[in-house]
């Protein structure tokens, strides 16, 4: 499959356990009782994190890697983080609804993830009552999430197709057929890095396959115009392009410091240029990308050796780290 | 042209959306635009589509204009206001009208004790009121209950009348016949009973 354009997909499924108040709600003792009952239903296949008990950095890097949202790390609840081996799926307890399920798959491969969470939510299910209404489906503390409760989500690499011009159009395009397209950084009609989140808004009165089936050909359609929109900017001045793209990389190879902002727009300018061939690099599994990933300031503080204590450290950490998962 | 709101400025803002094949147009003033959706300068691309988009869903005002005729949900809020008894839930103690315009968050039960008077809300936000796809494994589920389990053994024949009359209510809220779904919704609160 073309994964030039599609980073990763994600399904999120939203559970509450019958007899417990929403979390908004609940009290100490309950939410506690809450991340006991999945702990004991999930068993020892997944590592269990008191995640409620991590510092403010490890909470950042959690978010930072997409494993867990914001709102869970600002929980004021107690939580709990469950994350199987091979870290395709992690269960977030205590976040807006009592379990949030999500799982993950490389490019464009929202059955795959959907799979997974659902064989989690089974292995949960044996456990536990799930709220669940003939009508409605799952009930969700939001009534945005009712029925299946399921999110499903693409992220995707569009500099050639969304951009401030065209953002509107596509939200309102998007909006029309139930979904929604979001900057995966910061917010509202630049993102950056080009990186943008494609998901579904109705999550009632379609089945979940439905839904997958949606979002993913919207992908595979966003997919195609990208692939259009980027030979026709490419063609309007390759030298330029291609000139751009060689700077990008060698600077990103070079760098002595190096800032998470000017970080995100030189990798996406070398993964225009690894999509259009002006440069060879491997950009298998999209190495180019999590080489990005890696160098996000709580997950850099995170995992360099030397543990950098100041924004200078920092961007002289991320240049030596960039440097090496780009050589 | 006059705001649909506030009935008294000329309409400067207009705006049309098409959800689910359903469209609808609104058209207001300076004032109530800035009330209802935000700030000068507030561009669906300055301010992340999303938060305008649901701005509509959230807004009390709206929802009359997409309900026309709406039975099934404005009749009976106005009833019960003229009746002085507003329906609460009785777990939490919400009205529709604080569930329905974000003044206070659902609980677990407020879904079952509005059941009805939610269809046309959902139907509003999802395209749709009726689950379809997964289910609990486990066959402990009954209708419209978070407690009690004493009708989950209901005779089949019932489950199966209340299956159709429910698609029948769908298929009239969906073309708009909002009296006969009414009616529909009576028979099935008779069998549900």
Redesign the interface.
């Known amino acids: 499959m073309d994964n030039r354009y599609s980073i990763s997909s994600r399904v999120r499924i939203a559970r509450n356990i019958k007899g417990f108040p929403f979390t908004d709600r609940i009290n100490e003792a309950d939410m506690a009782s809450v991340c006991d009952i999945v702990k004991g239903a999930l068993g020892n296949e997944y590592s269990y994190i008191n995640f409620a008990a991590l510092s403010p950095l490890k909470k950042r890097a959690y978010v930072e890697q997409h494993i867990v949202s914001p709102e869970f790390a600002n929980a004021k609840n107690k939580t709990a983080l469950f994350i199987n081996s091979d870290r395709s799926v992690a269960v977030m307890v205590g976040e807006e609804d009592h379990i949030r399920i999500q799982a993950f798959a490389e490019g464009l491969d929202l059955a795959k993830a959907l799979k997974y969470a659902e064989e989690t939510e089974d292995v949960i299910a044996r456990a536990v009552d799930f709220m669940f209404d003939e009508k409605i489906g799952y009930i969700t503390k939001c009534p945005t999430n009712i029925g299946t409760g399921l999110r499903a989500s693409v992220m995707m690499f569009l500099p050639a197709t969304v951009n401030s011009d065209t953002v509107s159009a596509i939200s309102s395009d998007l909006a029309r057929n139930g979904m929604t397209i979001r900057g995966v950084y910061g917010e509202g009609s630049s993102s950056f890095g080009s990186l943008y989140q494609i998901s579904n808004n109705v999550t009632l009165g379609l089945s979940e396959e439905e839904i997958v089936e949606r979002v993913t050909k919207i992908a595979e359609n966003l997919a195609v115009a990208e692939e259009k929109n980027e030979n026709r900017l490419c063609a309007s001045n390759p030298d330029y392009y291609r000139d751009d793209c060689m700077r990008a990389l060698g600077i990103l190879r070079s760098a002595y410091m190096i800032s998470s902002s000017e970080a995100g727009t030189l990798i996406s300018k070398v993964m225009l240029g690894a999509n259009m061939g002006y440069v060879d690099i491997d950009n298998k599994n999209n190495r180019i990308y999590r080489a990005l990933e890696s160098v996000f300031p709580a997950t850099l503080t995170e995992t360099a050796e030397k543990t950098p204590s100041n924004d200078r450290e920092r961007d002289i950490a991320r240049a030596e780290s960039l440097r090496k998962s780009l050589a | 042209m006059l705001c649909q709101k506030c009935n008294k400025n000329t309409a400067t803002f207009f705006y049309t959306?098409?959800?689910?094949g359903k469209t609808a147009s609104y058209a207001l003033c300076d004032e109530c635009k800035k009330k209802f959706i935000g700030g000068e300068g507030h561009?669906?691309?300055?301010?992340?589509?999303?938060k305008l988009?649901?701005g509509f869903f959230n807004d009390s005002f709206f929802m009359p204009s997409l309900f026309p005729s709406s039975v099934l949900f404005g009749n009976a809020d106005m009833l019960a206001k003229a009746s002085g008894s507003v329906k609460k839930c009785p777990s939490?103690g919400a009205s529709l009208y604080e569930l329905t315009n974000a003044k206070r968050?659902?609980?677990?039960e407020c879904?079952?004790a509005f059941?009805d008077e939610?269809a046309p809300?959902?139907k509003n936000?999802?395209?749709?009121?009726?689950?379809?796809?997964?289910?609990?494994?486990?066959q402990?589920?009954?209708?419209?209950q978070?407690g009690s389990d004493n009708t989950s053994k209901n005779d089949n024949s019932n489950e199966k009348e209340l299956a159709e009359l429910?698609e029948k209510l769908n298929e009239a809220i969906q073309e708009e016949r909002y009296e006969d779904a009414a009616k529909l919704r009576d028979r099935i609160r008779q069998l549900e009973a």
């Open positions: 959306e098409t959800v689910n561009s669906a691309a300055d301010d992340g589509f999303e988009y649901n939490c968050g659902f609980c677990p879904y079952i059941s939610l809300y959902f936000m999802h395209g749709s009121y009726l689950h379809k796809g997964r289910r609990p494994m486990s402990n589920v009954t209708k419209t978070t429910r």
